[in-house]
């Protein structure tokens, strides 16, 4: 089955710092994704890549860079958190255009 | 651009009870439409999925049926059990040259009292 995990799995960031999400894949997928998680506002697409060394902006890219080192490895990189960054963050992968995508288990993110 | 609506923010049901979860979407063409479910400290978890007019998706005893007519996908269970609360995310995907970006609902909490 498909395997995504995420590092860490929750951390606390002062304002102002930089912070670092991990994801590792191992499914061999081409596509993967970031994606932020709020109450009422659902999943939300903040970079996606689907080749190494290349990202593009989702949805809400304003805040947040990506780096794709490998084909299993994708970052979201927050240079200078806010409190506003304040949520859960969901790391997918899927093989390719129009597939289905497969989440890790999230990190959760608290901005002091 | 595509838009997911998903009308209840939280259902209240009980055992055995039928559910239903409305899901309507705005998009061009034939987006595939999706149903993920996500289990309290887990990242969400991909249920089904659709691709044509008329096409029925289904898994764990939860079916939906794509109609481009009333542009729905909506989820349905006959008898539910305690085991099926969690938060569903209805999710449509637009054929798009760079990448699958799924276009996700707000999301329905489901309860189901034992």
């Known amino acids: 089955e498909a395997a995504v995990t995420q590092s860490p799995r929750s951390k606390v960031a002062v304002t102002g710092g930089k912070v670092t999400l991990s994801c590792h894949q191992t499914n061999n997928h081409d596509y993967m994704y970031w994606y932020r998680q709020d109450t009422g506002h659902g999943l939300r697409l903040i970079h996606y890549s689907y080749v190494a060394d290349s990202t593009e902006k989702g949805d809400i890219p304003d805040g947040y860079k990506a780096s794709r080192p490998s084909q299993e490895n994708f970052s979201l990189i927050l240079e200078l958190a806010s409190l506003s960054q304040t949520a859960v963050y969901f790391c997918?992968?899927?093989?390719?255009?129009?597939?289905?995508?497969?989440f890790g288990p999230g990190t959760r993110l608290l901005v002091l | 651009g595509d838009s997911v609506t998903q009308t209840e923010g939280q259902v209240a049901l009980s055992e055995e009870d039928f559910l239903t979860i409305h899901c309507n979407y705005s998009a061009s063409g034939y987006p595939a439409l999706f149903w993920y479910v996500q289990y309290p400290g887990e990242g969400p978890q991909f249920l089904f999925r659709?691709?044509?007019?008329?096409e029925k998706g289904s898994s764990r005893g939860f079916e939906a049926t794509y109609d481009k007519g009333t542009t729905s996908f909506h989820l349905r269970k006959a008898s539910v059990q305690e085991s099926d609360s969690a938060v569903y995310y209805c999710?449509?995907?637009?054929?798009?040259?760079?990448?699958?970006?799924?276009?996700f609902g707000i999301g329905t909490r489901v309860l189901v009292r034992p």
């Open positions: 999710a449509l995907g637009g054929p798009n040259s760079a990448g699958n970006k799924l276009t």
């Open positions: 659709a691709s044509r007019d008329k």
């Open positions: 997918a992968s899927s093989v390719g255009n129009q597939d289905t995508q497969y």
